[in-house]
């Protein structure tokens, strides 16, 4: 059996390793850590994800903020409500739920917050500091990854990296911080996507494979190499009448199949996903105390 990388007990750690930090912080008469998020409609999954992140703060001691619009408000409207946070001195850190509606620009979105309070880590600044190896607010997905790996140990020094999927989200920046001198880092890294030739033949290649494409149980045993690493970045909700609530959630990886070869993978769900939520509240941590941009 291959180790279950187990990011649903490490984002507890994390979690509760945060919220030392803020007991610590109180004791001390320090700030508490604040995060707001702006949620435009009623988007259900938008709202899960939302309502997730607002009780995950309150676990850790932080002060948070939920700023509610309706799917009809205007871009500029929705631009001044970021400027309003990003001017707010009481918060340190701010993410605008995606998706959009179709009428505003994510891209115009971004880059109005603030480079000091993107705790998504998806501004031009941030991406840029990310990729120069410079202190920087790194994307939620790809940082928790690389915690997993740093918390299980597994040597990424020397080995060859593929990351399926290349996505700003996950996919590019997870190949810059593989192929960074740091550890985990100092892979040989190869990004492919739906478009690459002979995509089967370079992941079986992979001592580590991270999958990211958005396609159900795409990665199936005959694309991994025996004891890979397999990080499995996606979730799909899908039918199935023995479960009580009617579906089950599974990944883009073949679970089944993939455990029987890799020495160690991530589990949908319980894997990839809990970091997500660990890592902005990491993010948020660091934005309170100042220790990417100088307060």
């Known amino acids: 059996m291959p180790t279950l990388i187990n990011g649903k007990t490490t984002s507890e750690q994390i979690k509760t390793e945060i919220a030392a930090r803020v007991a610590e912080i109180k004791t001390e008469g320090g700030k508490i850590p604040h995060l707001a998020a702006i949620l435009v409609g009623n988007d259900g999954a938008s709202q899960t994800y939302v309502g997730a992140k607002v009780k995950s703060c309150e676990q850790v001691g932080f002060a948070s903020t939920l700023v509610r619009l309706e799917e009809t408000v205007s871009e500029?409207?929705?631009?001044?409500?970021?400027?309003?946070?990003n001017e707010n001195p009481e918060i340190d850190g701010l993410i605008v739920q995606l998706p959009l509606p179709k009428h505003i620009s994510v891209e115009k979105v971004t880059n109005k917050i603030k480079p000091e309070k993107d705790v998504d880590?998806?501004?031009?600044?941030?991406?840029?500091?990310?990729?120069?190896?410079?202190?920087?607010?790194?994307?939620?997905?790809?940082?928790?990854?690389?915690?997993?790996?740093k918390r299980y140990?597994?040597?990424?020094?020397?080995?060859?990296?593929?990351?399926?999927?290349?996505?700003?989200?996950?996919?590019?920046?997870?190949?810059?911080?593989?192929?960074?001198?740091?550890?985990?880092?100092?892979?040989?890294?190869?990004?492919?996507?739906?478009?690459?030739?002979?995509?089967?033949?370079?992941?079986?290649?992979?001592d580590i494979l991270i999958v990211a494409l958005g396609k159900p149980e795409f990665v199936t045993a005959e694309m991994v190499k025996e004891g890979a690493v397999v990080i499995d970045v996606g979730i799909h909700r899908i039918a199935d009448e023995s479960k009580k609530s009617g579906f089950r959630l599974i990944g883009d990886v073949k679970f089944d199949e993939v455990s029987a070869k890799a020495s160690a993978i991530t589990p949908v769900p319980g894997g990839v996903g809990p970091m997500t939520i660990a890592s902005l509240l990491y993010n948020t941590l660091l934005a309170a105390e100042g220790k990417i941009y100088s307060k």
């Open 121 to 149: 880590g998806f501004t031009p600044a941030n991406v840029g500091r990310m990729t120069l190896g410079w202190p920087a607010y790194v994307a939620a997905t790809p940082y928790g990854i690389v915690e997993l790996l």
């Open 153 to 206: 140990n597994i040597e990424t020094s020397g080995k060859h990296c593929v990351v399926i999927g290349r996505s700003h989200i996950v996919g590019s920046p997870m190949s810059i911080l593989m192929a960074r001198n740091d550890n985990p880092g100092n892979c040989t890294v190869t990004l492919t996507h739906s478009r690459t030739k002979n995509l089967p033949e370079i992941a079986k290649s992979a």
């Open 76 to 85: 500029d409207e929705l631009l001044k409500a970021v400027e309003d946070i």
